[in-house]
């Protein structure tokens, strides 16, 4: 007779005791209330002083660490086992949790480390060792100041031409031209019907804004709709 052993899981060393307890095992939702989750800490909190409060509602557990690993030792062999809430729950040991503070600050480098890969090449031959110049005493470097001075220049001459090419004062252009809409004759050269045309003004005119404003327009009558008809 011979027992096959090879489905067998491996065999798992237990977790070795720490000042961490991971609760598990806590199915009801009721648990998570705040309430519930103060009793449950305060009756804990009475044998051994917690250190971290960690209760997980979506993992359904609740991580807990002690000042001491014998605390929460002693604490798991009260609690692995018993019912909260008609639940059994499961009690772990888990990481083990720092009690002291540490600094988390990164680590200066290894003085020690901190040389050159290879020596820097040596200078060329006849190189030769010169004291730098003093700075700059004017306000401007000699080619920003060309440049502006010809962009002075070209601005003058751009002005004189402009004012050499602007019309005298009492002189008008002459408008671009019209356009006629609409054309009597092409309709029976009815005389109750008026031409409708369109003068392009978008040309320059010496006409100043003010004088624009004051000018009335007269507003054209609209011909009698029994004529449009006709």
């Not at 499961?90 to 990481?95: C, E, M, R, S």
């Not at 000699?142 to 602007?166: C, F, G, I, K, Y």
């Not at 409708?196 to 003004?201: M, S, T």
Request: glycine share 4%; proline share 11%.
């Amino acid at each position: 007779m011979s027992i096959d052993l090879s489905t067998l899981p491996p065999l798992t060393s237990p977790t070795a005791p720490s000042n961490t307890l991971l609760i598990t095992n806590l199915k009801d939702a009721e648990i998570f209330r705040p309430d519930n989750l103060q009793t449950i800490r305060e009756l804990i909190d009475a044998s051994a002083p917690i250190h971290v409060w960690a209760p997980l509602k979506s993992f359904r557990r609740i991580i807990v660490s002690f000042m001491e690993e014998k605390d929460a030792v002693r604490i798991k062999d009260i609690l692995d086992g018993e019912e909260i809430m008609g639940v059994a729950v499961k009690v772990y040991f888990g990481q083990p949790t720092p009690i002291e503070p540490r600094d988390e600050h990164l680590p200066l480098p290894d003085a020690g480390k901190l040389f050159f890969i290879s020596p820097p090449p040596s200078p060329p031959h006849g190189w030769e060792v010169k004291l730098e110049g003093a700075p700059n005493k004017q306000v401007h470097a000699e080619d920003l100041a060309e440049a502006l001075a010809s962009l002075h220049s070209r601005a003058q001459a751009t002005a004189q031409a402009q004012s050499m090419n602007a019309p005298r004062k009492g002189t008008r252009h002459a408008r671009s031209g019209s356009t006629t809409i609409y054309n009597p004759s092409e309709h029976g050269l009815s005389p109750d019907l008026p031409a409708i045309e369109v003068e392009d003004l978008s040309g320059d005119s010496d006409v100043s804004p003010i004088e624009q404003q004051k000018s009335t327009f007269t507003h054209t009558a609209r011909p009698p709709v029994e004529l449009m008809q006709q």
